[in-house]
């Protein structure tokens, strides 16, 4: 299948892979059968390689609804994004819809994606991220001319989604992987182990990616590992992480964190590519 370069994220997301994109692709197997993905996110890996065939999967609803409006209503959605307004008021209308159930399961799955992206493009620093109720909980960005219908991307994204053999599936990362054979190729981009006690990122599911839950992702990548698959890893270059997966192949990669409500801890963070191939 031949690469189409608009095909491009569509949401900005934290831990977006767009910057590390040279270091990854760096790193990526030549030939492999189908092509997993179980944190998608943003989805910058994906839209890079653009696969033939493809498992993909996030434990975020909202996004995977997203990604599945764009595959099969992009022309509607188009239309919906186009009624959205860059103002404070009605940002905090839409944002407070999913403060009430019963109102937020009215809109229709086209309405939940405009909403998200809408709120995605005007919210503060670009940033997806929900509190422990599960309610996006971003301030109005204050944006001059925010890029709130990007129809070129959009259809794009809409058509190679079309074309390529596709699973999206919104479940835990173990599952995501079920029935994977030798030859196929997982990137794993998880949640970052915290670099300090404080950065800890309370991320885009309420549900949170504790130590145990790294360990429990290291464990899949040994049994991923013992039946021949190949998997590529990033994470935060913390002490933890480095020894977790001291057996593997690891490079340390620096990358700039645009995501953080201080602008004095915006900057370079050092990234480890974990992988078990040459």
Same mark, same amino acid.
């Given at each position: ?13 934290? !831990? ?8 990854? /692709?760096?790193? $990526? ?9 179980? +944190?998608? !996110? ?26 599945? %409006? ?7 959605? %188009?239309? =919906? ?15 407070? $819809? ?5 109102? #937020? ?35 109005? !960005? ?25 699973? +999206?599936?919104?479940?835990? +990362?173990?599952?995501? %992987? ?17 670099? /300090?006690? @404080?950065?800890? +990122?309370?991320? #885009?599911?309420?549900? !949170? ?19 021949? %698959?190949?998997?590529?890893? =990033?994470?935060?270059? @913390? ?40």
């Amino acid at each position: 299948m031949k690469k189409n370069p608009l095909v491009a994220p569509v949401v900005k997301w934290a !831990g977006g892979k767009r910057q590390l994109l040279s270091d990854i /692709s760096k790193h $990526l197997p030549k030939n492999f059968s189908t092509y997993y993905e179980p +944190f998608l !996110g943003g989805g910058a890996v994906l839209f890079h390689l653009q696969p033939g065939r493809a498992v993909v999967n996030d434990i975020n609803e909202e996004l995977i609804n997203m990604y599945l %409006v764009i595959r099969d209503n992009v022309e509607e959605l %188009v239309d =919906s994004l186009k009624k959205h307004k860059n103002e404070k008021e009605y940002y905090y209308m839409i944002r407070d $819809l999913d403060r009430d159930k019963e109102k #937020y399961n009215q809109l229709s799955n086209i309405e939940k994606a405009s909403r998200i992206i809408y709120l995605n493009k005007t919210c503060y620093n670009g940033l997806f991220r929900v509190n422990s109720q599960g309610q996006f909980n971003v301030p109005f !960005g204050r944006y001059k001319n925010p890029d709130i219908v990007n129809e070129t991307t959009l259809r794009a994204v809409s058509n190679y989604l079309n074309k390529a053999e596709i699973t +999206f599936k919104c479940t835990d +990362f173990e599952e995501a %992987v079920k029935g994977i054979k030798k030859g196929a190729f997982v990137y794993f981009d998880p949640p970052y182990d915290p670099v /300090s006690d @404080t950065s800890s +990122f309370t991320g #885009y599911d309420i549900n !949170g990616f504790d130590k145990k839950e790294q360990e429990r992702l290291k464990e899949l990548c040994d049994k991923l590992d013992k039946r021949g %698959v190949k998997f590529l890893l =990033s994470n935060s270059a @913390t002490d933890f992480i480095l020894d977790l997966y001291k057996d593997y192949n690891t490079t340390v990669v620096k990358a700039r964190r645009a995501i953080n409500s201080k602008g004095n801890r915006r900057g370079e963070i050092d990234e480890v590519l974990v992988k078990n191939y040459d």
